[in-house]
């Protein structure tokens, strides 16, 4: 039905599923990290919203989002694929291009540092020498299957 349910601690409801829908677009993937959900649409795009205090929505700031969001500075990219971590966010796009946002203490964003990011950025070592089939994101670490 396109239906999205969410349940546990959102702002939409607290103990029992509490669904919501997208107008002119239907959701297909979706992922939740600690305090965080992405959902993908069926016309690519991604919408964030929850917890943001690691900036793990990707929207440029660190404000708690209450509703589904689209992330516009992805708008030109096709995205394909979802991974939440505890406080980070990972996207695998049509093209093959990795993304990712968020907490970084541990290097969890594969940027070479640890500093966070309130916005994704490209993970320039997954270019076109690697094909990513999968990405998974955990509590302080990430993966990508090729």
Not at 11 to 31: H, M
């Amino acid at each position: 039905s396109g239906a999205v349910f969410t349940f546990g601690k959102t702002r939409f409801a607290e103990n029992i599923p509490s669904k919501f829908w997208f107008k002119n677009d239907i959701p297909i993937s979706l992922s939740c990290g600690d305090e965080h959900t992405a959902i993908i649409t069926g016309n690519n795009k991604l919408f964030m919203f929850g917890s943001n205090n690691w900036g793990q929505l990707g929207l440029g700031s660190k404000a708690t989002v209450n509703k589904p969001t689209c992330i516009k500075a992805l708008k030109p990219e096709k995205v394909k694929f979802v991974a939440c971590g505890r406080n980070h966010t990972l996207i695998l796009t049509g093209g093959g291009k990795v993304y990712a946002t968020g907490g970084n203490n541990e290097g969890q964003l594969g940027l070479g540092d640890t500093d966070e990011r309130s916005a994704f950025h490209l993970i320039s070592f997954f270019t076109s020498q690697h094909k990513i089939k999968q990405l998974s994101a955990g509590s302080n670490t990430s993966a990508a299957l090729t």
